[in-house]
Structures are given as structure tokens and as C-alpha cells.
């Protein structure tokens, strides 16, 4: 018969192991989340314009914390299109120059190109200056039916199929330099170059200095509280808001039942959630079989498009050769305590601050699909 007391301590133990186990589901980098049922995914609009329909593709773009911070206005002119950022998808504690939403954006307005002239329609993208302001757009659509056939981009059918991959990469399973140089020229562009490494040597540098930006990361309560609170737990928050960072499963909603994973506080950091985080992003680090990097030789809004929309194809690329991609871009934050880590990388990079900025990194492997991630109905995009 049980005491009072191995009752409690088996309560306890019960608790630690929950806590522990939730957390090493949670889908918690930059990107996508790593959920969602298929219920979840945009689907189109039955609709006869045609804009609806690349919007549709567009719509799949990656995005930090999955937060798709766009939308449209749709003229009655079916030759424009005016693309604004959705001011409530901004994450400003991570992201305090909006530098993320603009390459998000980069990335929308690539496969929304893409799937126009898979249709013989030229997109002509007018980039102006945008900021932080609703009311402005950050870019002017024109339509133009293509005066001869072209030739079908072939990244494009791998749009639907894309997804960031936060498993721990297979060990022992090495990128050859070849397929490094095809993911390159996919993501190099007039004015975003990819760059990367498959190097043992070189893997182990980057991975070291992104794992202490991870640290970093979890260190900062208003970082922390900022992704708690754009987490969708279980189904029914998932397919509500159709964003964020999606958790499904048993566990992790039990945990939310118990009160064990707050979204209105920061969990202590000698916590066992904190220690999973922890060990979960170093996992991560650790696993990857090379590393790619966007670069861009200034800041501005255009070359963050830029940037965007090179990392895009970069990444359909990875798709198109079965391999694995994930943003781990904590150490190219914007915020005061990042500095020093941000330094740090620049050196291992070989990047000189002064005359270049790194847009993008990402970790690259082989690992077991992952789920696709959730999407924001058509509609709720269209203002």
C-alpha cells in the first residue's frame, strides 16, 4: 500500500517527466512551426481571379514564429496588388527593426512572383520604403500577360512540400560539396549571395556560437514571453489562429491543463522546461551536417527583401535534393545582448560588419520529414 508520502513524490516525479517531455516537442526557432493537421493549411479560394490563386502559393512562405506577417489589398483592377505588413503579427521584442518581417515579406513576394509566371503573367514589384506604419505598402504588384511562353521555374512545385525541419539531423549523414554548391546558386542573387560549409571544422565553429545564442535567447524575458505568447496549443488554438508556433499531442496539452507551460509568465530558468529549451537548441546546433548563410553588402529595406526571397529558393532547393532546413538566426537579432554573440559569429562567418550583413542562417542535414505547418485562410489575408 502507498504512503502519503511516495504518493506526493510520485506525484512529483510525474510532473518533472511531463514537464520535460512537453517541452522537448515544442517547435521553438525561428520559422515555422513544426505542427499542425492538414486541416490547418491555406487552402484557395474558389474564385475566378487568378491573384487568389498565386496568393495561395505565396501564403507558404516562411515567416519568424510562423506569425505571416502579411496582407494584401486586392484593387478592382486585376492587374495590381498592393502588399502591406499586418502590424499584429510583429514581433518586436525579437525583431525590433522589423529586419525578420521584411525578409518574411521577401520570401511572400518571391513565391507570389513565381506562381504568377507559372500562369505567363509578369510580376513587376514596385519595393518602396516601408515601416512600421500600416497605412503604407511595402510593395506594388503589376500583372502583365508574358508576350511569349517561358520556360517553367522548377523550384515551384516544391512550394506545397517545404517545411522547416526542427528534428535532431540523422548523425554520420554528410553533405556532399556538390549538393552544397546547387543550394548556393539557388540562393544567390543580384543582391543576396548564399554562402555556407559543410567543413567539420567550420560546422563545429558556427555551431558553438549559434548554441550560445540560443542561451542568450531563453535568457531574455520579454524574448521568452513574446514566443510564449504567440504558442498555439492543441487543436482547437491551432486552427483559430492559423499561426504561430503549433504544439499538438497528448502531453504538451495535459501540461497546458496543469498550468505547467505559462504563456503570461517566464518559466524560472533552473526550470525543467528551461533546461529541455536549453538542451533542445543545443541538439539542434550539434546535429547539423552544414551550415548556409545569406548575405547582403548593406541593411536596407530592399536588400531584407532581398535576402528574403533568395532564402526562399535556397530553401525549395533543399526541398527539391531531401534536405533537411532550419533558420537558427538567434545570433542575428537585433537587441542590445546579442551584440557580443553577433560579433562572435561575424568573425567565424569571415563577415566584416562594416561593409556586409548577414541576413540568414540556417542549419542543413538529413533528417524524417517533418509536419507542415499551419497557414492563415486566404481571406483573413485580403484587406
Known sequence: MLTQTNKNTGRRRFLRLLGGASILLLPLLNGCSNTAKSTAIAAPVNDGDPRYRWLAVAARAPSSHNMQPWKVALTSRPDKMALYVDTGSLLPAADPQCRQ??????????????AANADGVHCEVEHLAPNKDANQPVALFTFTRMQAAQEPDGLLPFAASRRVNRETFHQNASISEERLSLLLAAGSRRDAVAHGSVQTGKISEISAQVAEAWRIDLQQPEIMLEMLKVTRIGRREIEHYRDGIAIQGFLPELAERLGMFPRDRVPEQNSAMMKSMREMGEQ??????????????????????????????LHLRATQLGIALQPMSQALEDYPAMIESQQKLYQVLTVTPEKETVQMLARIGYADPAPLSPRRNLPDLVI
Open 101 to 114: 518581417t521584411m525578409i518574411s515579406l521577401g520570401g511572400f513576394i518571391e513565391l507570389l512572383c513565381m
Open 284 to 313: 539542434q546546433a550539434s546535429s547539423a551536417a552544414g551550415w548556409v548563410w545569406l548575405v547582403t553588402t548593406g541593411n536596407s529595406r530592399s536588400q531584407q527583401i532581398a535576402a528574403g526571397r533568395a532564402f526562399v529558393r
